[in-house]
């Protein structure tokens, strides 16, 4: 069965700092991997997704996550994180004939400014 | 344009309550999935539908829980006999097309928040 698990409950930067949200996945073929953000009262709201091709992917808002199947992680990054990115990040995981999108536990970010 | 609208945004019922839960999708949008978000946890799937068909309700927790979207586009969730433990956020998403999960974009709403006392 597929899963997801970030490690990271809880993560607080810098504003202007780097970032790096970790994403481990279990899946028995080929994984489509997603990353959501979710801010307070809003809904989820899909960053970027890997189905194939480049394993490095771009997002909105600045953010990319790379795809490593060698270590079954699709971790999110940006290089200079702003104080509107806190916020809760969730990985999911999802496959070519599911309507079953697993999610991991999410991460929160804090920014300090 | 109009995303996807949830109501209430918050509910709170009495354990043994009846509660009704309803999701406005995007005008068009011919899947719609409804997830249950427990307290620091991220969503979990309980069911899907393409149109009126509701093709996969395997994540639906108990025989209490029911859904149906019987014109193809509102969908309503209810909850019969309500416990503690339904206590929740209630996702509602929709995507444009019928192909699986991963190929369409699913576009959530804001949730319903529903406490049982």
């Known amino acids: 069965a597929q899963s997801v698990t970030q490690p990271d409950i809880h993560i607080t930067v810098s504003e202007g700092a780097s970032l790096e949200l970790r994403c481990n996945y279990s899946?028995?073929?080929?994984?489509?991997l997603f990353w959501y953000v979710q801010s307070p009262g809003q809904g989820l709201q899909l960053l970027l997704k890997y189905f194939s091709g480049d394993t490095l992917v771009q997002g909105i808002k600045g953010f990319e996550a790379e795809f490593k199947r060698s270590q079954s992680s699709f971790n999110l990054r940006k290089p200079s994180v702003h104080w509107s990115d806190a916020a809760e990040y969730f990985c999911a995981v999802g496959g070519l004939n599911n309507n079953d999108m697993r999610f991991g536990a999410g991460t929160r970010l804090t920014v300090k400014p | 344009g109009a995303g996807v609208s949830q109501s209430p945004r918050y509910k709170v019922a009495k354990r043994g309550q009846d509660v009704a839960l309803r999701c406005d999708p995007i005008?068009?949008?011919?899947?719609l999935f409804w997830y249950q978000q427990a307290l620091g946890q991220g969503p979990e799937f309980l069911t899907y539908f393409q149109n009126e068909a509701q093709l996969d309700k395997s994540g639906l927790p108990s025989d209490r829980f029911f859904a149906e979207r019987p014109e193809g586009s509102v969908s309503t969730l209810k909850i019969q006999r309500t416990q503690q433990e339904d206590s929740a956020v209630y996702l509602c998403?929709?995507?444009?097309?019928?192909?699986?999960?991963?190929?369409?974009?699913?576009?959530f709403g804001p949730g319903t928040r529903l406490l049982v006392l």
């Open positions: 998403a929709s995507s444009l097309g019928s192909s699986s999960v991963s190929q369409e974009t699913q576009y």
């Open positions: 899946y028995g073929a080929t994984p489509y």
């Open positions: 005008s068009g949008h011919v899947s």
